[in-house]
């Protein structure tokens, strides 16, 4: 009797592990493939394509009017259908706004829902806005708060001391005074502060450059130097001024640029970038660290889409030219 | 006697010893991925200048799976339209993917099909003209042969290869060759996610393999600048690279591997890109999957007994670099390893010379024993899938076990014929992994498709 019991006992001990999995096998609670967005592509202005897609399937058959109705949109809201409309100062709008017009808005207001405006738009001063679509143009005044994201088809222009939420994104040029606080960017171009960056662009007269790269030791490179291949620097770099690159850049460390230097290729490293003013760079700039653009550097040409995508931050002076998108998971500041 | 038993010791010492580095290899992984600041890939660069790609899909008797991956890749070029919405296949998938047709060149590989293969895709071809097919009835049979033609063929500057069975996403070609910026990325390898999850056991095992697999594995060695390995699928190339250093070795069943380890000593970097993820479908019987591990192993090992002197004496590499690499190498190796530890034991156990294990010693030898239970440990796996945000499949661990007596078994079998390669000079045999699919894409894709439970917690993990 008493073996029997062990040999129970024992069994019981051996089967203990298994029996949540047991349990997951008959329940298949957690048996779906892990997911994958089959249909994902990047697109910077994905967060807008994606709101009016949804706002204006939803929103068929609406009319203009001043009561405020029902929609379903992921969740039941509330939603106001309007000609061109001008918040008063200090007012706080707690509804979705559809404005068939334009939309102006007095200092201090609040939009604390998503509006899109099939017009322009004119945010007064330190307004707290969550997500605004425009098709026109739009201003945004000083020391503005956006809370997720805004996107318009025209220009944007963004005054001082603003904070831009995750994204702001314009179908054309992007224009940011100092002291801004962002996460991505994307205009053609993004241009900062109120000087333009006058550098001449240069023309990629030579043969494209094949695959090889040179690995090197060297800590510097001196002024006027070119280099004619992709180039990777093992250490801590520092390039001179009015150098030359054919080619791609990349360091395991940091990268220091001088000023007025031109690089055709792309520029990548494990620590921080920083640009010298008016230095050109024609192709992305990648950091696992941060990024600083001095005053009047320009990147990529245009028409042609580049990134500036530093992991830890990205702060930009004025006059800075960028021709496509700029991404941080940290901080991205304009000074 | 006295000298065979301290040749057993020792060895059963050096078994420990083997099975400590490889647990706190893991462990770091898993600690790196846990606590640690992660590198991220380069998927946010967003660049109108895009590189052009060819896109190989080598096939042998995949009228099963062969439409699928060209409907999705052909989405890339015309990603407006809704291609092949009836019974889609895997050449649907690629005709779907988001990449420009003019930069776009799409080869599938027939490699001596006796069924329908050929005709599906001439049907492609027809339809699309940056699908060109290659059918090979002659000369060298097998993936890296067939590799090795198509390249010669392949217009464009980065090589991308999918297996038949694997289901692109529509991103995916971009995630891929965006990587190439970088001037020092030779290959890139993306995730690989099982499909077929739902069939039994085995299939939600391998799952959880290769969660572990990548999610941990290959992104703590992406994020410590190790070597994260090209898989062969889901992963790119520099044609003129590889083509420089000879293409393929067609005596090597494990291409990719060898390609990962050519690449390395030859100064180039071998980086992963998590988001770049593709379901495949994995193997739902025993036999199949023992037949794969067999060749995986043999084919690893080839690359082990080719590459480790050159690995150990190239000037391009790293030292963190060659003591990873050394591990990789011979991670198919370990098995067989164990496994005579094992009866080096029993057999110390029964002469009753098991003394050398008391104490804290005998706390190592039983913890090192437990360690290597699959290519993954199990705590990898379980991060794994914690950082996936799909908790409830870590139920099934234990089941790990099975998995790994199979591995085991078949791994030492595949290390055996690695060596009997050597020795004799003979050439292995491509063998095609079986594939068990039945019905169109969208009934073998997850049913929600835009609100898994995981995909908010994915998309916060780079």
Known sequence: MTILIVFIFFILLLIL?????????????????????????????????????????????????PEIRDVQLSKKEKIQFTESLIVPADREIDYLLYIHGSLVTGDHAQIIKEAYVTGDVSIGVNNIIRVLVAEGKMVIANGTKIERWLDAEGTITVEENCNLGICTSSGNKLYIDQNCLFRRLYGMPII????????ALPKADFPPLTSAFVRTKDREIPAGTVIDKHIVFTKDVKIGRNAVFMGDVKSYGNVVIEENVIIYGSVFADGDIRLGSRTIVLGNIFSQGSIFLSARAKISRPNVLKSVIGKKGVNIEKGVIIYGYVATEGQGMTI | MEVVILILKIYLVFTICVMLIYLLRHFAFTLNRLFFEQRIYYQDIIDSEIRSITVLIPMHNEEKVAGQILDLLVESAYPNENVGKDGRKILDLLVDADYPHDKLEIIPINDFSSDETRIILENYANKYPFIKPIHRYDGERGKPAALNEAMKHAKGDIIVVFDADYLPPKGILKDIAVSFNDPEVGAVMGRVVPVNTKANLLTRLLDLERTGGYQVDQQARYNLKLIPQYGGTVGGFRKDVVMSLGSFDTRILAEDTELTFRLLINGWKVIYANRAECYEEAPETWDVRARQITRWSRGHNQVMLNYLWPLLFSSRISRIEKIDGILVLFVYTVPIILLIGIFDSLALFFLGEMQIIAGMAAFIFVGAYNTFGNFAPFYQIGIGALLDGSTNRILLLPFLLFNYFLNTWYISIGFVEAIVDKITGRSAKWKKTKRFRSGDIDTILPSDRTSHASSSKKAEIK
Request: hydrophobic fraction near 45%.
């Open chain 1, 192 to 199: 900062t502060g109120n000087e333009l960056a006058v550098v």
């Open chain 1, 17 to 65: 592990p298994f029996l949540p999995g047991i349990a997951e096998r008959v329940r298949k609670d957690d048996a779906d493939p892990l997911f994958i967005h089959m249909d994902y592509v990047r697109d910077p202005r994905y967060f807008a394509k994606s709101f009016k897609r949804i706002l204006l399937q939803a929103t068929i058959g609406f009319t203009m009017g």
